[in-house]
């Protein structure tokens, strides 16, 4: 009997050993998952900030720009009198020319000229426009250098990958001697618009029409959703009918964000004759794309309420109305807005739907409404990110770096509302 039942108590401890080892491995195997995954974003985040911060500086020369009074017309110096009457990009030439007197040829010239962006006009415009006394005196000025010599001054590219020739080098060198080369904070990467010319570009047009999508889609979908929850789980009562809303609902929730695009470009455009690339048209797709996620989230916050709540609100004489808006919905809106951000981060990291509507054209311009051309910033990471030159890949990084931030911060938000309005029962 004993040797019976040793031999018992033998097999149980062989039968845990294999067991507990299984669940080692599988931890293991865990483990090993989650740090395997940890790693693999560790090192996109780390690519994409090492590409993108450079981004956020920009290279400048230093020109002696002589204000000769004759080239300026004897009338009040306004944006259009500038660029209309006055040649300020020659005068950068002019000034080039004087610094570098031994190049005569017309190719070398137009390679001098080229180390200089042409936005570096604009600065002189917008300086004459604050300081009109600079007329008749000789300024030393940082204008902007063009986009091959601020890759090859950051080390973005080296000299034998640069497209800047032996000659173009040498003149860099003469700068770079005299100290008349640095680098500054990029603030036009902040301030400006989109620009066929990588140096001029900037982000700002793009922040501005995602966060006019964004007011437009929270303004719509947040009170519609919220409605048709309430109804669905407080008011509807079963049927056929509730049922097929229901099961369509969580089906339009896992449709492709392209067909809500298809439908705006249907109805929005095509039907209604709304304006393409409007922040207006793209805020009207992503809230019939955040609906559904809105929709269900709030049914689930309203499920949690407990329904103690609700009897006790009814036995105290309250309607049902006073009931639902008064005691129910003030404890699940944690979980309501905790839904909507979630949906806002989705619908502001779109690009399908939008492409869809024309969001995908060029435009310099900053959108000053919701009826103006405008982009958003998927959008303008996708444009970016299809051009061959280095400074666009740098802008495409750091493009996505203040995505991801923005989502970081609507990701935290939610986090924090849920911690901080939730109640426990």
């Not at 009074?69 to 306004?78: A, D, I, V």
């Not at 309250?318 to 309501?336: E, N, T, W, Y």
């Not at 969001?359 to 900053?366: A, E, G, P, Q």
């Not at 970016?384 to 666009?392: H, L, M, T, V």
């Amino acid at each position: 009997m004993n040797k019976q039942n040793k031999s018992t108590i033998e097999i149980v401890k062989t039968g845990l050993a294999k067991r507990r080892a299984k669940e080692n491995r599988f931890k293991k195997m865990g483990l090993v998952a989650v740090l395997l995954g940890l790693s693999m974003l560790a090192i996109l985040l780390v690519s994409i900030v090492s590409t993108g911060m450079p981004a956020f500086t920009q290279t400048v020369l230093k020109l002696d720009v002589t204000f000769e009074s004759e080239l300026f017309p004897k009338q009040e110096l306004t944006r259009e009198v500038l660029n209309q009457k006055v040649d300020l990009y020659g005068l950068v030439k002019k000034t080039l020319r004087e610094k570098f007197p031994e190049v005569k040829s017309r190719r070398d010239k137009k390679a001098l000229y080229s180390l200089v962006s042409k936005g570096a006009s604009y600065q002189i415009r917008d300086m004459l426009i604050d300081d009109h006394s600079l007329i008749g005196k000789t300024v030393s000025i940082w204008v902007l250098a063009d986009d091959e010599v601020d890759s090859l001054i950051k080390g973005s590219k080296s000299a034998d990958d640069s497209k800047l020739n032996a000659k173009q080098q040498s003149w860099l060198k003469v700068f770079q001697k005299e100290v008349s080369v640095k680098t500054q904070f990029n603030w036009d990467f902040l301030s400006n618009g989109d620009s066929r010319e990588p140096e001029q570009s900037g982000i700002k047009g793009a922040m501005v029409g995602s966060l006019f999508v964004v007011l437009i889609t929270i303004a719509l979908s947040f009170p519609i959703g919220v409605a048709a929850a309430i109804y669905l789980e407080e008011f509807a009562k079963p049927s056929r009918w509730n049922d097929f809303i229901e099961i369509n609902i969580n089906n339009l929730a896992a449709v492709p964000s392209i067909v809500f695009g298809l439908l705006g470009l249907a109805i929005y455009i095509n039907i209604m004759d709304m304006p393409r690339s409007a922040p207006l048209v793209a805020g009207l797709v992503l809230t019939l794309m955040t609906l559904p996620t809105i929709i269900i989230a709030s049914r689930a916050a309203l499920k949690s309420v407990p329904s103690s709540l609700r009897e006790a609100a009814l036995g105290l004489g309250a309607s049902k109305m006073q009931m639902i808006f008064h005691h129910v919905l003030p404890q699940a809106m944690p979980g309501m807005l905790t839904g909507t951000i979630i949906g806002m981060a989705q619908a502001l990291g779109e690009t399908a739907p939008l492409l869809m509507i024309g969001m995908v054209s060029f435009i310099v311009d900053i959108p000053q409404n919701i009826f103006d051309p405008a982009t958003v910033l998927p959008v303008q990471i996708y444009l970016w990110s299809d051009s061959p030159e280095q400074a666009f890949l740098e802008r495409t990084a750091a493009a996505i770096m203040i995505l991801l931030a923005f989502l970081v911060v609507m990701n935290l938000t939610a986090v924090w509302l849920r911690k901080k309005f939730e109640k426990r029962w």
